[in-house]
């Protein structure tokens, strides 16, 4: 406590520089470690077994077969777990994700696990379990799960005392809105749905357990918190949470998918039943079953204005299903919708909506793109009934410094307006299309946040630095805290080095979840370093034998000041940490912080799309990204972190979707069927980075790593109507559904 | 189960395993052989996470069998190093910050080298189409794209 | 799993005939692996057939081109007077997946996997393509579109392995073309797809051949679109003729890749398209 | 002064529906405190998670969160997650 987080504009010497990356080398040699990558002698093979259908009472499970077959080690069941029922319902809800118990909810879910001496044998073993269920009707769809006949999914969901599949829903809003309406020369209200989609990283969910007959255990996994992991599996498994010590793997993807456990507990209950090592890693076709996928929505928008451009109210009806347990998807999505916008009258409601499909996750800014999706195209539609362009009639009723936001508080300094200047300006939007050619543009809107945070920074004796974090690294931030650790004191990037602590090696970090990696980390590593050097200065004094007040720390220098301390030459670091041990020993920084106020964060998109009349296929033709990042540490993560997420948002709008049968199974369970954009699918991504410091950091710096998978769906179908002139409201804006629109024009 | 003896070469080093008949080389090179670097995202095929070359073909190492590669010649990801040098796309990579979270790294590093084998100067489209076996979820595709072309500009210095 | 390698294709016929248990042939191992995978099968025996000589090879006669049941489709590619020949068969073979599908998938494989939405199939049919087939005691040519009989089902005895595939010597101003709908532009599975072979006389079409992929259980010849082109110079309304009769003949299925009606309308729209280019590749000019 | 903390209309049932709430406050958890002693039900509710906007910025964890004396705007709001 007592550090200052407000921003001071300074001349940074490093910082906004594009150094190589610490871990650069390792992941290009392979050399670097995941999930998959680690070996503990001993080890067994963990297999889990899945319900073959959506909805079923699991009457019986008979593991007599599989226990018998040579080589099998442990099978677990839910009668393995404790039964939480009753108890916190958050966490009886991740442990009957992570193991149906009575009831599979969805197709996939896990309902035993097997750890064996290898593969091949754990995958006989499953075969071997012969499960009963008796099936119950079924609905994946959020319309139909509102319906009053709708099968149930859990019981202790209800609506007005009845059981329901409305789990959540929250409204949100200020003003008057049919007042507003009233007063609105223009109406327009349209209806949208979006498929659900997966964050589609690389690496499958992989992890090695270890637990002993005493109760200690380790546990290595690929995920975006271990130190959350570890509350998690250590409540999950009633293990004392400082004897579990969880490592992270270098993580191959996350985007909000790691954020949660789905077979780690399990392996952990199998390592501990067999007494020896387990490693299990999903395959991609268990990835998309059973892992978290977002929200399919449905969507009612209505947003009145004046001839003059003035929105006078708008609303948003919202349904996301969560999957089989309760979350706040819907919710985020009544937040997120209008947060562009300086609207008097607003209201948003967001419905969550349980549905028998995988238990939903987060997915870079979770639930914002969907709501944008609708917003931002009736945007389109009301600015051309009122003969205004876009973009002009956004920048009229663009949020600023003292707008009332539609989920709540004022806001302080934003950047959307400056996003939309910097649109304007842009020469894409002066590029000449060509025929069946179209421009759209949107704007995205995320919170972005910080959390618990702590870091070691220690000094070596030869005056090296090494950074400990408990934030993970998914793209480059071991470079940007290097970065920042190397400014604070004053010494070459090269000397410094971040690495990722276990969670044995440093106090309780929460998940890098919200872009909160740099922006949190970072915050830490300047106190911290601030802290050594205050350490650093005692030393030279005492090296002096002078007053600390009489050395000052610049350059990477220790300076004595004053007439009496000219004759002194500077001390290095690395002449102070020589003699560490004569002068009071090892010298380090340490800081803990809780690190609020990551800035809301703002972005604006513009996208050229090409449509085949004839067969519907959209090609994107240019796409530029314009964000407001604060200050950017190192511009390359920060210009990767945008391409990254307009490239998902690209895959999201034009292909990607869960294919539900009727059957409710999940049809396309790898990357042939569901679509994530490939290397021929884009062009180059032109960024634009607007450095509007946040002034609650001392660097300036914001999240940024979210935002820009919010605007590309509508600014997609944006495009999209400009080029085959017809309005697309159902997402992914696949070829079939695109033609079909040009055909129902025609007609 | 049926297990076999395989001889084969791999990044120039003679090796010999023992597998299962039906197991895919890319388990053998990462259970047996410990070379980790190729990478599982799928197991059949569609990202490329695994891509290694079999006599000189680029190739997905989980659509191989481990048996098939008795007598014949892997290159991998381990072998780009050479002499103790990185590869032009290795340095090219880490300098164009191509990689975010690395996972899929090494297959594109593979299929790369083996685009510029075939053909020094390849066109941005050329280049695309022949990376669009490797998926990559972080990147959008710039950075490496950019860094090939980089790679394939200093190897023609050469 | 036995795993055996024999070096003479009947040898290879034999050990398949002989097996009791679920048998396979890995050539490229594209599908075969993926199924194994998934769980879909579980070999008793696999029959690599990359060592056999016979199966290696694209040679080049008199009579036309042979191309062996192991050649993959990256060598297909590379191989100049084929592509000069049928660059709508090569441009159907190198769809097939990534680059590296291509540095294993061969043409056989694609054709005996019997999916309807094989890349490959309609561009040899068009073109006329025949299977030399080896049994345990004799062997047999058929015409390639004789072969598949239904989703995964090939018309193929118990034993009997492809060699090669064979294809007829190019007539002068010939050309083909191959084109599919696919949702991105590389790795994927066609949605419906159509390959149209033709020769010239003066600049108007004298033979056709149009074939339609992934819009029923086996890939469809349509010989009234054939007939909708032969003896004009593929003017307009010789195209809708073409497209239409390409409609009328799908009888597709609606699932995950795509629907019954989009199937119908975009084989017309591919037909027409694959037709001017084979025209174009032939020498006539549009 | 006072500042007047606002709540999103999901909180509001805890607080027996009112808008907002006079109350004086140093800290984020003093009020946090406060609100639990006025209405019980709101303990529950600070339990599962609220974040707070002050004039704008948004505090999720900071209990120790100093609320100015000339805050304009106090606003209570779902804890949120990202990905």
Sequence with gaps: MGHDTNYQDREFKIIGTRVKRPDGIDKVTGRAKYGADAFAPGQLVGKVLRSPHAHAIIQKIDISKAEKLAGVKAIITSADLPDLTGSNRGMTDILENCMARGRALYHGHAVAAVAAIDEQTAKQALKLIKVTYKLLPHVTDVDEAMLPDAPIIQDFVLQDGKPSNIAGISTFGHGDVDAGFAEADVIVEKSYKTEQTHQGYIEPHACLANVSSDGSGELWVTTQGHFSFRVVCSTLLGLDMAKLKVTSSEIGGGFGGKTHVWTEPLALALSRKANRPVKLVMTRDEVFKASGPTSSTSMDIKIGAKKDGTITAATAMLRYQDGAFPGIWGMLGAMTAYACYDLKNVKTVGHDVLVNRPKVAAYRAPSAPMAAFGVESTMDLVANEIGMSPLDFRIKNAAKEGTQASYGPVYGPIGIGPTLEAVKKHPHMRAKLKKNQGRGMACGFWFNFGGQTCVDLNIGPDGTVSLTIGTIDVGGSRASLSLIVAEELGIPYDQVRTNIGDTASLGHNDTTEGSRGTFSSGMAAIFAARDAVGVLRERAAKMWDIPVDDVVWADGVATATGAKHSNLPPLTLAAIAAKAASTGGPIAGHNEVVADNAGVSFASHICDVEVDPETGSTKIIRYTVIQDAGKAIHPDYVEGQFQGGAAQGIGWALNEEYIYGADGCLQNTGFLDYRIPVCSDLPFIDTQILEIPNPNHPYGVRGVGETSIVPPLAAIGNAVSHAAGVRMTHIPMSAPRILKAIDDAKA | ?158 | MRYETPTTTKEAATLLHKEKGQAHILAGGTDLLVRMKMGMTEPTLVVDIKHIPAMQAITKSAAGFKIGATVCGAAMTEHAALGKAWPGIVEAANLIGSDQIQGRCTMVGNLCNGSPAADSVPAMIAAGAKAIIVGKDKRRTVAVDKIVTGPGKTSLAKGEVIEAITLPARLPRSGDAYLRFTPRTEMDIAVVSAAVNLTLQRGVVKTARVVLGAVAPTAVIVAKAAKAIIGTKLDDEALEKLAAACSAACNPIDDKRGTIEYRTKVAGVLAKRAAKIAYQRAGGTL | MMPRISLTSSLRDAVDGAESIELHAETIGEMFAKLAERYPRMADRIDAGIAVAIDGQIYRDDWNTKIPADAAEVFLMPRIQGG
């Design chain 2, 1 to 158: 189960m049926t297990g076999v003896l395989v001889s084969t070469t791999i990044n120039g080093d003679a090796v010999q395993f023992a597998c299962p008949t039906d197991e895919t080389l890319l388990d053998s090179l990462r259970n047996r052989v410990g070379l980790t670097g190729a990478k599982e995202g799928c197991g059949t095929g569609d990202c490329g996470a695994c891509s290694v070359t079999l006599d000189g073909r680029l190739v997905c190492a989980c659509l191989v069998l481990g048996v098939e590669a008795n007598g014949r010649e892997i290159g991998t990801v381990e072998g780009l190093v050479e002499d103790g040098k990185l590869h032009p796309l290795q340095e090219k990579f880490i300098e164009h910050a191509a990689l975010q979270c690395g996972i899929c790294t090494p297959g594109f590093l593979v299929a790369a080298k083996t685009l510029l084998e075939k053909n020094p100067k390849p066109s941005e489209e050329q280049i695309r189409y022949a990376l669009a076996g490797n998926l990559c979820r972080c990147t959008g595709y710039d950075k490496i794209v950019r860094a090939v072309q980089a790679a394939a500009k200093e190897m023609r210095k050469k």
